[in-house]
Structures are given as C-alpha cells and as structure tokens.
C-alpha cells in the first residue's frame, strides 16, 4: 500500500517529540514491511520558535530517504514562514498548506493518509481531497479539547467542557476560533478511522464523536542496547512536566509525610513552572537528602535513570492520555507506579495492579512506597510485558490488521 504520513513538527531520525519518534518508527516498519511511506511536515512548524531544527535539514532528509529506500519526505516551506503556521493553528486553515497537501494527494495518490498532530497544519487538512483511508492517531484529546489534555485552566482536570475559550486565554494558550466554525465539524467527519493509545481516550473521544475508534498502545522507540550507568543507586523516580496536573506534589508529601518509613530516595527530572516551589517544599520540609532534582536530562541519561530506578512514579491527576515514560521505563526492566486518571492505569495494571493508587491519596501512595520490593519483579518479567504491548512489532502488527478489515 501506499500511505500518505502527515505530521507538521517533525524532522528525520531526530528526537524532538514522541511523535516525531512514532512516525519515523511507523514509517521504516512499514517500509521494511513492503510499503511506500511518504512524510509531509513543515519546516516552519518545525522551526526554532516551535522546534528546534537543523538548518541541513535537505541533507538530513535526503540521507535518511536513502537509508530506507521506500520512504519519501515533503518538506514544506511556507513564503510566509513561522507566521503560516501560527495561522493555520489559529483560524485551522493555510491556503499554503492545502494547496500543497492537494498536490502531494495529486501525486502519490495514497491508500491510507494518516494524520499527527494537525494543529500547526490547520484542521482544514483533515478534509479529503481523493479515495483514500482517512486514518487520525489521537495522542490526546485535541479534537474534543484544544488544550489537548482537557485540563481546566491548564491546571486541573476538565469534566464539564464550557467556556473554551476563556480557558485558553486562562491557561496562556491562543484560542483556536478555527474550531468554532461549521468547517471543523465537517472536517472532523471526513476522518474513517480513529487511532487511540488507550482505551481511556477512545472512551472519552466516543461521549462527542461518531467515528469509529480503534486502540492500539503506542509503542517504545529503541534504545541502545548497552545502557550507561546512572550514578545513581536506591531511588524512586519521577520524570515528567513540573506542572500541577503531573501530580508532583502527591508524590512529594508522600516523601515528606513517610520520610522516615521509605527507605529510598527520590530523583525528579524535568522542567516546568513548578521548579521553585519544588526546592522551597524541599527545604522547608528538611528532604534535601531524600528528593533530589535534577532539571532536565537527556535522552541518553532519561534511560539511564530508568534502568537503575527501583520504580518509575507517575501521580498524574489529570486523564493522561498514555504517557510514553511508563513504556520506556518497562521496557528497560523497571516497574511502574501510578496513579489511576487517564491511560495510566491500563499501562501500569498491565504488570501489576497493585502498583495503582487513587489519584491525590497521599496515604495510598506511601503505603505503596513503604512496602516496595523491587525483587518481586524480576526484570526480564518486566521487559516481556513491555516487548508484548509496547513493541514496534506489536504496534505495526495490530496497525496493518486494522487497515485491513477497514
């Protein structure tokens, strides 16, 4: 088959998003599978102000185009640039992008489009311009939610949705007047097929929409074979936003409320608004040699922290789509805990049920933490539930047997 990949932020063998990672994984296990996979992405949405991007990026892409023969990039470039796609994210059309999404249709005339992430595209490109499978991967809830993440006011979870737009501006996000329009509705019904990475937003995608819906986990991109040492050694780990809704602070009163009872400390990663009152809870509450923050790391160090981890803590309270952290952290051997909004719990439920709390229940958490055996799940256990659920062969496998039957 032929299949039309349409993702704005995007740029070849680069790890700039989880998206990016399931395309360019998709795409070379199709090709490898027989198929001609052709990428259309922007370079304006994928440039500094959005994504940071190599200015080689002709290079980048005819080097990768011939490593893996099969597989085709657009790149579009928009006379208007950066601008082009601040408007197609505003007002959910780009005559740039649609003209040259038309011709692209025109030219490969695929089997299958399948679109990520259209934000920065517009949702105009969701309409169909030929006789093709209209595939959507839902990494969030962004056609029911602009925000994505159906978080109140960016801070808490949203169960009544009203009042949109002034929780866009509330949450310091643009509102997006395109999906106010008759043109989002008819959009969004030109999609055939849904793909969710959890049964917690096919559910919640099902309440608003007609489309039918399919579930397939999103897998772990590979990693190095030969992980480094941490430095690092008797720790629970936290890797995520620095925000409200990643539950952070459930986790640290955990700490702080059983300090003397988890024998383990606790490293936390990542970047986020809530950096300074992180420290400040640390220090008024005397945990400088329990919680130890770290900023952001890299990928390469992310993997490292995962494997020497006693467990991988993920508190959300908000409906956390399927956060990629818990797949990664499986995939290396180390065990989950988590919290039970969203897909967390389908996730971490896949090897052990017990490792779930309650969402907030700082009691919950720290019994969990107290009583914790990290010898009660072997690694190579661990790493078999991963490589069942959340492998790119389980991914393509499930992917390919829905088109199918479409």
């Not at 595209?121 to 006789?131: P, V």
């Not at 808490?156 to 949450?171: A, E, W």
């Not at 958490?365 to 078999?384: D, T």
């Amino acid at each position: 088959m032929k299949f039309l990949i349409t993702t704005p932020k995007y740029y070849p063998g680069l790890d700039i998003s989880c998206v990016s990672d399931l395309v360019n994984t998709t795409a070379i296990g199709l090709v490898e599978s027989g198929h001609e996979v052709h990428i259309l992405n922007s370079l304006d949405a994928s440039s500094r102000k959005l994504r940071c991007c190599s200015s080689d990026w002709k290079n980048s892409a005819s080097s990768y185009e011939n490593e893996h023969p099969g597989l085709f990039i657009h790149t579009l470039t928009s006379p208007f640039k950066v601008a082009d796609s601040y408007y197609a994210y505003l007002f959910g059309s780009s005559l740039y992008v649609n003209k040259e999404f038309t011709k692209v249709i025109k030219d490969v005339k695929p089997d299958v489009v399948h679109y990520h992430a259209p934000m920065f595209f517009g949702h105009q490109i969701l309409r169909k311009r030929g006789d093709y499978l209209s595939v959507y991967t839902a990494h969030d809830y962004w056609l029911v939610c602009q925000r994505a993440y159906l978080l109140k006011n960016g801070d808490s979870p949203c169960t009544v949705r009203k009042n949109c737009v002034l929780c866009s501006i509330r949450s310091r996000k643009p509102p997006q007047l395109g999906r106010y329009t008759e043109g989002y509705k008819k959009a969004i019904n030109d999609i055939d097929l849904i793909l969710a990475p959890s049964m917690a937003v096919k559910d919640r995608l099902s309440l608003e929409l007609d489309t039918r819906i399919e579930c397939i986990p999103h897998f772990v991109p590979y990693h190095k074979k030969q992980i480094a040492p941490s430095g690092y050694s008797n720790y629970f780990l936290f890797s995520g936003t620095l925000e409200m809704h990643k539950g952070i602070f459930t986790l640290l009163e955990a700490f702080r409320k059983y300090s003397d009872q988890i024998n383990a400390n606790l490293l936390i990663t990542g970047r986020g608004s809530l950096e300074a009152l992180i420290q400040k809870f640390i220090s008024k509450h005397g945990l400088q040699n329990k919680v130890i923050c770290l900023g952001w790391v890299d990928k390469e160090k992310l993997w490292s922290l995962y494997q020497d981890a006693l467990a991988l803590v993920v508190p959300s309270i908000n409906l956390d789509p399927a956060p990629t952290v818990i797949a990664e952290a499986l995939s290396v051997g180390t065990p989950v805990i988590g919290s039970d909004q969203g897909g967390v719990p389908e996730r971490v439920g896949k090897l052990d049920e017990n490792l779930i709390f309650q969402s907030g229940d700082v009691e919950n958490l720290g019994r969990i933490l107290k009583s914790y055996k990290k010898e009660k799940y072997p690694a190579q256990k661990v790493k078999e539930v991963a490589k069942k659920w959340f492998s790119i062969e389980s991914y393509i496998s499930q992917y390919l047997k829905i088109l199918r039957v479409s």
